[in-house]
Nanobody
């Protein structure tokens, strides 16, 4: 059974940093593209960042470029989202996701509909 568990969310002031973790079980995370998404109250779930399978190529939403960094640790079967220079607009529930088969080497899926496996989410709140 595939399970993704996010952690690391919390309350932080504007300009602060958080590192979110996504621990996987039931699948080898490095074999799948991994994405981070977020959803604020009343809004659609939106793409934040993705990292390709079998490599380290990444892609980011414009809102995340230059401030957020997605990475993975193969040995720990865990993905991360380092978030710096946080702003109140970043307040949301953050979800990690993994895209299942069919897979293409180097793909960078940015649509939530392309992902098969989801975590339960972790709340990030940025105070002004």
């Amino acid at each position: 059974q595939v399970r993704l568990v996010e952690s690391g969310g919390g309350l932080v002031q504007t300009g602060g940093s958080l590192r979110l973790s996504c621990a996987a079980s039931g699948l080898t995370l490095s074999s799948y593209p991994v994405g981070w998404f977020r959803q604020a109250p009343g809004l659609e779930r939106e793409f934040v960042a993705t990292i390709t399978n079998m490599g380290s190529t990444t892609a980011y939403a414009d809102s995340a470029k230059g401030r957020f960094t997605i990475s993975r640790d193969r040995a720990k079967n865990t993905a991360y989202l380092q978030m710096d220079s946080l702003e109140p607009a970043d307040t949301a529930v953050y979800y990690c996701a993994a895209k299942g088969p069919p897979l293409r080497i180097g793909e960078l899926p940015a649509s939530r509909y392309e992902y098969n496996y989801w975590g339960q989410g972790t709340q990030v709140t940025v105070s002004s």
